[in-house]
């Protein structure tokens, strides 16, 4: 039977960390968000203390750009991908071992770029990994398990026709017992609006402990607060110990759209807990909430607006290997 994937807070060996690489992606964001992304290389790698990190460069351009804001802080390897989002392209490596590599089709569709269904595999082989190809869609960002076999997702996303059509609920039960060793799974709702990932769940709700889930508290005109409360009802009612934190709220982009900025989306490391800041007045309360969450790690709130415009933040940019896998 597989053994699920170690929870987030066990040991890594290192972590897949997606570098900004393409202009035309990225635009006047480019080089903020390259600052962004190093400064969290940095946190995570902790002078030593926390773990190995490997870069992802599409192209070898990106790459010495990539050793050149690095330093010593992170290997930098080449290996095309359309874009830096790891957390879903990568493969996910259960406590077996094994690296689970799932179809991927941008997002529903939304965005097909070139190298991004196949830059997982080829990562996992290049460290010696041997991946294991599932023929359904299942993106990191949609799943997150606390280590004992519980795994909280949304039916906005693992139900979505964009992704598997024709498969039913049970049918993604079944296949998350049998291909990751889930075998207890909470459902909850929608995710954040105007996520194009169509609600994935680390944006709206993490384990922070074994059966031990975190959820935004709404604050003022949070445009997701229905969300939020919706989520903390189903996991109250799943029997799943829940905390809360204040969420950002509303924050809105320079065209004054409302875009998915979620202090969720934070990073699990060896020796620190990374958090996305936006410059808003609940940033502090974040990194506080964390602290007493993660004791033993030191808790590093760190701007993360320039990655927001391509779509995401520190989870989504991160695969982590963990302890187990040799490599």
């Given at each position: 039977?597989?053994?699920?994937p170690p929870p987030e807070w066990a040991r890594h060996d290192a972590v897949w960390i997606g570098f900004p690489s393409h202009p035309e992606l990225w635009l006047e964001d480019l080089d903020p968000a390259?600052?962004?992304?190093?400064?969290?290389?940095?946190?995570?790698?902790?002078?030593?203390?926390?773990?190995?990190?490997?870069?992802?460069?599409?192209?070898?351009?990106?790459?010495?750009?990539?050793?050149?804001?690095?330093?010593?802080?992170?290997?930098?390897?080449?290996?095309?991908?359309?874009?830096?989002?790891?957390?879903?392209?990568?493969?996910?490596?259960?406590?077996?071992?094994?690296?689970?590599?799932?179809?991927?089709?941008?997002?529903?569709?939304?965005?097909?770029?070139?190298?991004?269904?196949?830059?997982?595999?080829?990562?996992?082989?290049?460290?010696?990994?041997?991946?294991?190809?599932?023929?359904?869609?299942?993106?990191?960002?949609?799943?997150?398990?606390?280590?004992?076999?519980?795994?909280?997702?949304?039916?906005?996303?693992?139900?979505?026709?964009?992704?598997?059509?024709?498969?039913?609920?049970?049918?993604?039960?079944?296949?998350?017992?049998?291909?990751?060793?889930?075998?207890?799974?909470?459902?909850?709702?929608?995710?954040?609006?105007?996520?194009?990932?169509?609600?994935?769940?680390?944006?709206?709700?993490?384990?922070?402990?074994?059966?031990?889930?975190?959820?935004?508290?709404?604050?003022?005109?949070?445009?997701?607060?229905?969300?939020?409360?919706?989520?903390?009802?189903?996991?109250?009612?799943?029997?799943?110990?829940?905390?809360?934190?204040?969420?950002?709220?509303?924050?809105?982009?320079?065209?004054?759209?409302?875009?998915?900025?979620?202090?969720?989306?934070?990073?699990?490391?060896?020796?620190?807990?990374?958090?996305?800041?936006?410059?808003?007045?609940?940033?502090?309360?974040?990194?506080?909430?964390?602290?007493?969450?993660?004791?033993?790690?030191?808790?590093?709130?760190?701007?993360?607006?320039?990655?927001?415009?391509?779509?995401?933040?520190?989870?989504?940019?991160?695969?982590?290997?963990?302890?187990?896998?040799?490599?």
């Open positions: 039977m597989t053994t699920p390259r600052a962004e992304v190093t400064a969290f290389a940095r946190a995570v790698h902790a002078g030593g203390k926390g773990e190995r990190v490997i870069l992802v460069a599409a192209d070898e351009d990106a790459a010495q750009a990539a050793r050149d804001h690095a330093g010593d802080a992170a290997e930098v390897v080449v290996a095309p991908f359309g874009d830096i989002w790891l957390r879903d392209t990568g493969c996910i490596l259960d406590g077996d071992g094994v690296a689970h590599d799932f179809q991927f089709n941008g997002w529903g569709g939304k965005y097909d770029l070139p190298g991004d269904d196949d830059v997982g595999a080829r990562l996992a082989t290049a460290r010696g990994l041997v991946p294991v190809e599932h023929d359904w869609i299942l993106e990191g960002g949609a799943i997150d398990g606390d280590g004992t076999g519980l795994v909280v997702t949304t039916e906005q996303c693992l139900l979505n026709r964009n992704r598997n059509t024709g498969m039913s609920q049970q049918d993604v039960e079944s296949r998350l017992r049998s291909d990751l060793g889930f075998d207890r799974v909470l459902w909850l709702g929608n995710g954040l609006a105007n996520d194009h990932t169509d609600g994935h769940v680390d944006n709206l709700a993490r384990f922070v402990g074994p059966n031990r889930l975190l959820i935004p508290e709404p604050t003022e005109n949070d445009p997701n607060w229905r969300v939020y409360q919706d989520a903390a009802s189903r996991a109250q009612a799943f029997g799943v110990d829940v905390v809360h934190m204040p969420s950002p709220g509303r924050v809105l982009n320079e065209d004054e759209e409302i875009i998915p900025a979620s202090y969720m989306n934070f990073y699990i490391g060896n020796a620190a807990v990374v958090v996305p800041l936006y410059g808003q007045p609940h940033d502090v309360a974040a990194v506080t909430t964390l602290e007493a969450l993660f004791p033993d790690r030191q808790i590093m709130g760190m701007e993360a607006g320039h990655i927001l415009t391509g779509g995401g933040s520190f989870h989504c940019i991160s695969q982590q290997i963990p302890s187990a896998i040799s490599i």
